[in-house]
């Protein structure tokens, strides 16, 4: 233990003050933060002046959240913490379905509809047929799969974010597997649109020259007994935005095609899910 602080010692001082009870992983934490925090601190030369208006944007950050929405939560998306967490929490083998982040917008018990069904409550937008099958590493259909799907409407905004404006369950539903492990329904191709940039968060991205746009996208979360969970998207084909997601959630293998086709829907967007079973950790 430091008795003393002094700059060259610093982050051993602060970590040396941990009592001996303390929870081992706790204090694995906490002591690379720190040791962290401080090497960064030392790196940048940190002016006073410059700590207080970090200070001053984590207080902000931290006033304008509510029930209703998440500064902090924002911060790290848009800093690629979340997708980080994601990515170290969800390594799968080649050939798996990729996961990403969650996003604020889901609602737990969509309804659940048949088969080729709508989820287009509204009517609005370019009508869409998502088709597919869901299949384990190897190819083999996976029967019982729960496919919970939800998407913005076409104006780039949410059901949730429009309560009296969207019908409830605008845009959302869930479909379940058969034995051939085929899932279809009909949405609407998906816009882009800004995550909000009225806060701190905002702010930031444009002090850094960044843009608050999310590429077009259809959310997925796939479940199914004895197999990992999927938390993805697809995302649309040629999006202006696809390489530069103000949340940084795009992966290559989660692109998709998107075919104009011809009668009453326009667009045909066919893809595949591949689960890993529960147990396999990579």
């Known amino acids: 233990m430091i008795p003393y602080f002094n700059e060259e010692g610093s982050a051993d001082a602060v970590n040396g003050r941990m009592g001996p009870d303390v929870d081992?992983?706790?204090?694995?934490?906490?002591?690379?933060?720190?040791?962290?925090?401080?090497?960064?601190?030392?790196?940048?030369?940190?002016?006073?002046?410059e700590w207080e208006a970090g200070i001053a944007f984590l207080s902000r950050t931290g006033q304008i959240c509510s029930e209703e929405r998440q500064e902090f939560i924002l911060l790290s998306d848009t800093l690629g913490l979340s997708m980080l967490v994601d990515a170290i929490n969800n390594r799968r083998p080649l050939g798996a379905t990729e996961n990403t982040v969650f996003g604020p917008f889901h609602v737990d018990g969509a309804p659940v509809r048949q088969m080729g069904d709508s989820i287009s409550l509204d009517g609005k937008g370019e009508s869409c047929l998502y088709e597919g099958r869901v299949i384990d590493l190897n190819g083999e259909p996976i029967d019982g799969a729960t496919v919970d799907v939800w998407s913005d409407n076409a104006e780039g905004f949410y059901d949730v974010q429009q309560p009296g404006i969207q019908p409830k369950w605008n845009n959302r539903g869930r479909?379940?597997?058969?034995?051939?492990?085929?899932?279809?329904?009909?949405?609407?191709?998906?816009?882009?649109?800004?995550?909000?940039?009225?806060?701190?968060?905002?702010?930031?991205?444009?002090h850094l020259g960044r843009h608050p746009y999310r590429p077009a996208h259809m959310h997925?979360?796939?479940?199914?007994?004895?197999?990992?969970?999927?938390?993805?998207?697809?995302?649309?084909?040629?999006?202006?935005?696809?390489?530069?997601?103000?949340?940084?959630?795009?992966?290559?293998?989660?692109?998709?095609?998107?075919?104009p086709i011809q009668g009453d829907i326009a667009?045909?967007?066919?893809?595949?899910?591949?689960?890993?079973?529960?147990?396999?950790?990579?």
């Open 175 to 206: 479909f379940v597997t058969g034995s051939d492990g085929k899932y279809s329904f009909v949405g609407i191709k998906p816009v882009s649109y800004p995550i909000p940039d009225d806060g701190p968060v905002g702010k930031m991205l444009s």
């Open 24 to 49: 081992p992983r706790l204090a694995e934490i906490f002591t690379a933060l720190v040791r962290h925090l401080h090497a960064f601190a030392k790196e940048v030369h940190l002016t006073q002046e």
């Open 220 to 259: 997925y979360m796939v479940t199914a007994p004895e197999f990992r969970k999927i938390v993805t998207h697809i995302f649309v084909d040629g999006d202006p935005y696809l390489e530069s997601d103000a949340v940084f959630g795009v992966k290559k293998t989660l692109i998709a095609s998107f075919e």
């Open 267 to 282: 667009w045909r967007s066919p893809f595949d899910f591949v689960m890993v079973p529960e147990e396999h950790r990579s």
